[in-house]
């Protein structure tokens, strides 16, 4: 025993040193003394991820530019989040829930910004810096970061679905696509042509978005009062609206205009069909025009998404990100002023022509790069009349009357509930909406397992 | 430690104990002193935290929403008992459990056989058997799910070939309840057979060859010898291996959330306490899901050594 002795000690010793320098190593990571403060951003995946190169031109870029201009004030240091939202929401609950300190700006999916500020882990906004991160930006950009009539986050890029065609499609169906059309006449159009519709109805966020537009085109709202606690709730899918929206997946799917894998099928894979020579149609994000890789693309133009209910304008699905501060950022003053100069107007209409991430800013789209990502196509009407369409007006549009996810806290339980009621979608019949709608006040009340 | 174990055994009368020699005694107290430390850090890692989720599975507690914070008693229990996916959940675990232990003991005896029989080359072929276990989980179930993929997993295309091309190219493993759990058992049985027959080679040691020998003498058949002196004689290492595995096997996690995510029914025990606690970050629910669990795992263990008579200290001696 006693031979060993010394060499344990050493060890020991090794050990406390290690552990002492370690130690040193992360206080001197948050410092606050002289030199830029360290501000991290945790960021969702996009173009460039990591990398901040001008060519990439992502959220990495942005955080370069701005820490360069910030006249060394602060440096902001990028975080990779997973790549699906409800990974990112997890990651980012937990590092909220534990205090961590890192957790200076975020890029957060809408529909999590409520269950985040409700629970009081966002840094509040500077009450001077409010009118500045409400001006020039689309209305539901500006919902979407807002609960409980408080401005929580910054509307940073703005998503919203299109209606994409194939004009060759559309114009052998007949449809007057220079109109708003309904999902009726797209089934119908889709029939006649013997082509498909690419939907969003595998089991995951999208199946909601989908749900949600057609509730919200049919003048209705899966949650009427968004800011009452679980057990006040009131749900409006049991309801006309709710059942038109059954009424068209039903038709989607028993139809087979949906596709065959339309159970399965994700925004890639949507995608995929509509590229492929069975697509006809497709409603999904802008990003759609850059990533179009078929050869035919100049057959491609983009629409209004599509109505619910004839003649009662549609609601597009809103989605993009808003950005955030952490309730224990040291730094939460200097992260509201990098998060002014990420969302500035030049920044993000060069993130919306690089990344295909359209902007919350209204007037980042009369710029000439976003003009050129999202040029003017030409569109043949019934009457054999030529229009343009300008992608970039037309997502402008789009986001005015874009239709957020309900801001309620309890999204999350909510749309998991939903997307496994309406699955798989030639399932769903007339009885889901309420038998949904019970099943989600169970969930909320702890009174069913989800 | 051999005395200290034999001193504790109940077997002995009052005025015995009373009367235990010196010696005996400071063994008993040298024993205490030993494992006293370790048994009071096990106390502090885990009864407190045991202790805690008892308590927080008596709220309705959503860690996003501390103000709705609520003592519902034992309405937690009520809710996951009576709920089909606890019982699905339940069912599969039990599935699960039930296969890959049978498969595990038949073939983890043979392999265990083998390698008690083998003189040369005997540490190779051990270490070799223990390769699948040394693989962390997750990485072998990522291995399992690219091997059963369709189109790019290899599966398909050796059965396709085996049963000349009666089985098809494109089925695909993981589009049902029933295909999915066969991939999770066999990844399972693949990766814990091992342990398993380690544990049994060491029951086999246990055996005495000269009862074998006159069982053999005697003209017992290969099959009498098996079922009268070996497994008899190995009987307690038996049981501790069954009883390990039974363990690790309700507690199944890895696999199955690789593989499925627990689409198409197949989500366990584990995955459920997982989904409730990790990504609804209900509090309260989750604890109590995971008491639940706790209480099946100390039942099992219970029924081993009340039932079975497994005796944990004097098994793996040889």
């Known amino acids: 025993m006693k031979r060993l002795r010394p060499p344990r000690r050493g060890i020991a010793l090794a050990a406390v040193t290690l552990m002492a320098t370690t130690g040193l190593a992360a206080c001197g990571g948050s410092n606050s003394g002289s030199g830029p403060a360290h501000l991290t951003w945790y960021i969702n995946p996009d173009v460039g991820n990591a990398d901040a190169s001008k060519a990439k031109g992502g959220q990495a870029y942005l955080a370069k530019v701005c820490s360069d201009q910030s006249n060394g004030k602060y440096q902001i240091k990028v975080q990779l989040l997973p790549n699906s939202a409800s990974d990112q929401r997890i990651q980012l609950l937990r590092r909220l829930a534990g205090g961590d300190k890192t957790m200076d700006l975020m890029s957060v999916d809408p529909a999590f910004v409520s269950e985040f500020a409700a629970a009081g882990y966002f840094a509040p906004v500077p009450k001077n810096m409010v009118a500045t991160f409400k001006k020039d930006r689309v209305q539901s950009s500006i919902d979407a970061s807002t609960y409980d009539g408080k401005l929580m986050s910054v509307p940073f890029w703005a998503n919203t679905q299109l209606l994409w065609y194939k004009k060759s499609v559309a114009k052998k169906a007949g449809l007057d696509m220079t109109k708003p059309v309904t999902w009726d006449q797209l089934i119908k159009a889709a029939q006649q042509t013997k082509t498909q519709i690419g939907v969003q109805a595998a089991l995951y966020e999208g199946y909601s978005v989908w749900i949600n537009a057609l509730v919200t085109g049919a003048g209705g709202k899966i949650v009427d009062n968004p800011n009452a606690t679980y057990d006040k709730i009131r749900l409006g899918l049991n309801s006309a609206a709710g059942k038109d929206a059954a009424r068209i997946i039903k038709k989607v799917s028993s139809t087979g205009v949906g596709g065959p894998a339309m159970g399965s099928s994700e925004e890639t894979q949507s995608l995929n069909l509509f590229i492929s020579p069975q697509g006809g149609f497709l409603v999904n994000w802008p990003y759609t025009y850059g990533a179009y890789t078929g050869k035919d693309k100049s057959d491609v133009a983009a629409a209004m998404y599509p109505e619910t209910v004839a003649g009662k304008a549609s609601r597009p699905p809103y989605g993009g990100i808003q950005l955030a501060v952490g309730k224990d950022s040291q730094h939460a003053t200097l992260a509201y002023q990098a998060a002014a100069c990420i969302t500035s107007v030049k920044n993000q209409a060069e993130y919306m022509a690089k990344s295909g991430n359209p902007a919350s800013s209204k007037a980042a789209y009369a710029y000439p790069e976003v003009r050129k990502a999202f040029p003017d196509v030409q569109v043949v009407g019934a009457n054999g009349k030529t229009i343009k369409v300008s992608l970039a007006d037309l997502i402008r549009k789009s986001l005015d009357l874009a239709a957020a996810r309900p801001l309620t806290p309890y999204w999350g339980d909510i749309s998991t509930a939903l997307q496994q009621r309406f699955s798989p979608p030639n399932a769903v019949n007339q009885n889901t909406p309420s038998s949904t709608q019970s099943f989600i006040l169970n969930v909320l009340n702890g009174k069913a397992l989800l | ?318």
């Open chain 2, 1 to 318: 430690m051999s005395t200290v174990a034999e001193a504790t055994k109940g077997d002995l009368t009052a005025e015995e104990k009373a009367h235990l020699s010196d010696r005996a005694k400071g063994e008993r107290n040298l024993g205490w002193r030993l494992a006293g430390p370790a048994f009071i850090i096990m106390l502090l890692v885990t009864l407190y935290p045991i202790c805690y989720a008892i308590y927080l599975s008596l709220f309705n507690y959503r860690l996003t929403d501390p103000a709705g914070r609520k003592m519902v008693w034992l309405q937690n229990y009520l809710t996951a008992l009576s709920d089909p996916l606890f019982w699905q959940a339940f069912t599969t675990t039990l599935i699960i459990v039930v296969v890959t232990l049978v498969f595990e003991l038949v073939i983890g005896m043979a392999i265990a056989m083998v390698m008690h029989r083998v003189v040369w080359p005997r540490r190779t072929l051990r270490t070799i058997v223990l390769i699948p276990y040394s693989i962390v989980t997750v990485v072998s179930g990522f291995s399992w799910l690219y091997a059963a993929q369709v189109g790019t997993g290899f599966f398909d295309h050796w059965l396709h070939a085996i049963t000349f091309g009666g089985f098809p190219m494109d089925y695909n493993w993981f589009g049902g309840r029933w295909s999915s759990l066969a991939i999770i058992c066999a990844s399972e049985i693949w990766k814990t057979t091992p342990f398993m027959s380690l544990l049994l080679l060491a029951g086999l040691a246990q055996v005495d060859s000269a009862q074998e020998e006159a069982a053999k003498v005697d003209g017992a058949t290969w099959w009498q010898r098996f079922t009268k002196v070996i497994l008899p004689n190995m009987k307690a290492a038996l049981m501790v291996a069954l009883l390990f595995r039974t363990l690790d096997a309700v507690r199944i996690y890895d696999n199955p959330y690789v593989m499925t995510g627990g689409a198409n029914k197949t989500e366990t025990l584990s995955m459920l306490v997982g989904t409730e606690t990790v990504s609804r970050v209900e509090i309260g629910m989750g604890s109590a899901l995971a008491v639940i669990l706790f209480i099946i795992v100390l039942l099992i263990a219970l029924i081993f050594v009340k039932l079975f008579k497994v005796d944990l200290t004097t098994s793996g001696r040889s």
